[in-house]
């Protein structure tokens, strides 16, 4: 069926748009269409041409590692929140695996993607997340990297007396 060949042509494709579909099948089934089958595929065309650019939900979805903050400290022991965003055109976000160091530690498959990671080692980490739709796709954030430290530097302010204060000699 002429409707079959255009939707095996899509898929095989993997294009996100109509018009781009329609243009390759066109090319693909030019030379078999006959007076009929040339006539059939007019008017799909033209059914499709209504709206050449919209999307279909052959895109992969889009995710953001929030949290934590590229070059942020942690020390061994502490517990800190995973986080990323996701948007996926037509498809649903059905599941976000959270990495640290290239392992898997948490998943989400609710808003907000968030979970929770007990710190482990020291020296500097890489974290990502990966998203999956229930299209099949999946899409890597940008890794971002924390430190670990065995115990933070402590911080000294001098209090007292005021800036700018004089005092005796």
Do not use: C
Request: no cysteine.
């Amino acid at each position: 069926d002429f409707a079959e060949q255009f939707l095996r042509q899509l898929f095989q494709l993997r294009v996100n748009n109509v018009g781009q579909a329609f243009i390759a099948h066109k090319i693909a089934m030019a030379s078999s269409s006959g007076y009929n089958g040339a006539e059939r595929w007019i008017q799909f065309g033209l059914n499709l041409q209504g709206d050449p650019g919209l999307t279909l939900a052959l895109a992969a979805p889009s995710i953001t590692l929030t949290d934590p903050v590229a070059g942020t400290q942690y020390k061994a022991g502490d517990s800190i929140t995973l986080a990323a965003t996701t948007s996926d055109g037509i498809n649903v976000i059905t599941n976000v695996l959270f990495f640290v160091a290239g392992s898997p530690v948490a998943s989400s498959a609710s808003v907000p993607h968030t979970a929770t990671w007990t710190v482990a080692g020291s020296g500097l980490v890489s974290l990502h997340a990966v998203a999956q739709d229930d299209g099949g796709y999946q899409t890597t954030s940008t890794a971002v990297q924390v430190e670990i430290v065995a115990n933070f530097s402590p911080a000294v302010a001098i209090t007292n007396p005021i800036a700018g204060t004089l005092l005796p000699d």
